[in-house]
């Protein structure tokens, strides 16, 4: 319950950012209802510099779930406007021009539809219906989704979230339901399941999977059937917190903030017990009792994670050849010490090992998040680094990969083939830095590498990757500017617009997609809008590559035309604030608040050597 000085606070409160802070101080599992709706309310009196559009289409009284979402978002610090359409209008509100929900011009469109209003025959009469008459139901109600969403992708730049179809929790023929020719539990599964292909291969829709979500939940505490009698409310006010934290995964992928790394300490964390007081011989890890398979369970679990491509890291106050001695000797361990990227064992304070892994790893310590069962040094990270998510384990360690499946920032709407081969393409950057030491010369060392760059025009296929390299990189990013995905697709389809994309592989291995840049021509200018590289490529000339391509291919050929750019300041983008005069261009005027504008002119234009790059198409 929120205390009357809380309350004071956020009545006062001028700003979102403001009222982020004063939730910083509060657990979100510990409000109530009341609570939810005051905070709500505060949230929509303040002002914000920027914030995300929401609006949502149903066909029962989906309210006041946004106000939960509103909520659990800014404990996120994430800005949330909110657009409540009215009650089973969702086509016409699309199909009118001059709308309200179009007005709203929102970035997030998300759909829950009952089968009460949609398909009531299927809920009612299911008993009465032959199999060919649930087949043509079925094929209904997904058409009238499909063209739905079609027509609000065409009229809107949002990206479309489809709450799925909740299954009955008892089938109207019983328990004879699994010895039906066509079953109820199986139309279900089918609709379901045929409404996950419908839109699996489209990058502005995603399915939020509410019938999973209500089981988890149980279905008899998620559903009201008496408020739904009365006001057409479907779900519980107990339910809605867990709904709205289950839709903030589906944020932090919409918005690029998925964090990148798992670090994570070894006693009494990857295994039972204290190298230093029980010996190698005493750990618990493995089969054959409780502990040590919760243990088992719990590496597991990050091995999972590893191959959603989250990079992982160690960061332990140990003897290091004793830790290291436990990876070669446990071999029942589902993890190797070839699966973490970056290591740190030693006796330092753990917030200072965990700002050297970020050093390492070439990321931000915003990207990471510090697990670890010492409430001590947990503290002093969380202190020390408050940017750093910081994680707790529970007691019993039967507990702990259930608090991997509850941490929030690992979600992304795609696993690419970069994210799979994430965990290799850093063991292979630690391949290259011991070559560059090796051979000291840095000159020699570029060459040494013999680095293969293909740049082309962007497929339809490479758009995910292209809108994970909009959201996702920092460092060297001229402009930061974060494009949705209906933005890159119109950027693709229009024909004065493109998007350029880098390939990198060298004799460590493939680096995958790793940088791009957006062209945009008009007339006799042409605008370099962004210009991306993953800082797993920085240091090693493919910038200049890519520039040099675009003057090759552009510029060059093109007597009169002007190529242009920016570098809009962060503070994270430093690394990339000489850019363009390095690159021959010409400082024309500069901003307020640091920002730089350039040009170079197709006759004065030249490509910066780089040698030791083969560069192909």
């Known amino acids: 319950m929120l205390d009357a000085d809380i309350k004071s606070q956020l009545r006062e409160a001028q700003t979102q950012t403001e009222i ?15 609570d939810y709706f005051f905070i709500s309310r505060s949230l929509n009196k303040a002002s914000s510099e920027s914030c995300l559009n929401i609006a949502y289409f149903s066909n029962y009284t989906v309210a006041p779930l946004p106000s939960f979402i509103e909520v659990q978002s800014a404990f996120h610090k994430i800005g949330v406007r909110s657009y409540i359409g009215e009650y089973n209008q969702h086509y016409q509100e699309i199909l009118n021009p001059s709308s309200s929900a179009l007005s709203f011009s929102p970035d997030i469109a998300f759909l829950l539809l009952s089968l009460h209003e949609l398909c009531p025959t299927i809920l009612n009469s299911f008993t009465d219906l032959t199999d060919q008459h649930k087949l043509d139901q079925k094929e209904i109600i997904l058409e009238h989704v499909l063209d739905w969403v ?6 809107t730049t949002a990206t479309v979230f489809i709450s799925n179809f909740l299954q009955p929790t008892f089938p109207s023929f019983g328990i ?56 057409k409310v479907l779900w519980h006010e107990k339910f809605l917190p867990t709904i709205a934290q289950e839709f903030i995964r589906y944020l932090i992928s919409f918005l690029g903030q998925t964090k990148k790394c798992l670090v994570l300490d070894l006693d009494n964390t990857l295994w039972g017990g204290v190298i230093g007081e ?40 140990n003897n290091q050849a004793d830790a290291l001695e436990v990876f070669d000797t446990k071999v029942e361990m589902p993890l190797n010490i070839e699966d973490f990227s970056a290591i740190e064992i030693n006796w330092n304070p753990k917030y200072i090992n965990i700002k050297n892994i970020a050093k390492k790893l070439n990321i931000g310590t915003d990207s990471i998040v510090f697990i670890d069962d010492n409430p001590v040094e947990c503290s002093l990270v969380s202190q020390a680094l408050p940017e750093v998510t910081t994680v707790q384990l529970p007691a019993d360690p039967a507990l702990y990969a259930d608090v991997l499946d509850k941490i929030l920032v690992f979600e992304k709407f795609n696993i690419l083939s ?3 081969n ?17 051979i000291g010369d840095l000159n020699s060392y570029l060459h040494s590498l013999e680095t293969q760059v293909k740049i082309c025009l962007a497929t339809d296929q490479d ?15 001229l402009t930061t500017i974060r494009y949705s995905m209906s933005d890159i697709e119109a950027f693709h389809k229009h024909g004065h617009d493109s998007i350029i994309i880098v390939s990198v592989q060298d004799k460590f291995g493939d680096l995958g997609t790793v940088g791009l840049s957006l062209l945009k021509k008009r007339e006799h200018q042409l605008l370099i809008d962004s210009f991306i590289l993953s800082c797993r490529a920085m240091g090693r000339g493919i910038e200049t590559a890519l520039i040099n391509y675009i003057k090759r291919e552009y510029l060059l050929s093109q007597k009169s035309l002007k190529l242009m750019g920016a570098y809009i300041p962060t503070k994270k983008n430093i690394p990339t604030k000489d850019f363009f005069e390095s690159q021959g261009f010409v400082l024309v005027s500069e901003g307020t608040n640091g920002e730089k504008y350039y040009e170079v002119l197709s006759e004065d234009a030249s490509e910066v050597p780089c040698p030791w790059i083969n560069v192909t198409d």
């Open 176 to 231: 004879a339901d699994s010895q039906q020719g066509y079953s109820e539990n199986e139309f279900y599964v089918e609709l379901n399941l045929a409404l996950k292909k419908k839109f699996q291969a489209n990058p502005r829709v995603y399915i939020v999977d509410i019938d999973k979500l209500a089981s988890r939940y149980g279905k008899d505490q998620a559903i009201n059937s008496k408020m739904f009698f009365m006001a």
């Open 422 to 438: 994430k965990a290799k393409q850093y063991s292979q950057n630690e391949q290259r830095k011991e070559e560059k030491e090796r």
């Open 20 to 34: 982020f802070t004063i939730l910083s101080d509060i657990r979100s599992t510990d409000l109530s209802s009341s």
């Open 278 to 317: 029980d010996g190698i011989e005493g750990l618990k890890i493995g089969n054959g009792d409780p502990i040590s398979e919760a243990y088992l369970s719990f590496q597991y679990k990050i091995a999972t994670l590893k191959n959603r491509g989250v990079i992982l890291g160690i960061c332990s106050k």
């Open 150 to 155: 079609n027509l609000t992708l065409e009229r």
């Open 418 to 420: 970069d994210d799979l």
């Open 463 to 477: 758009l995910p990757r292209v809108h994970q390299l909009f959201s996702k990189t920092n460092q060297f990013n």
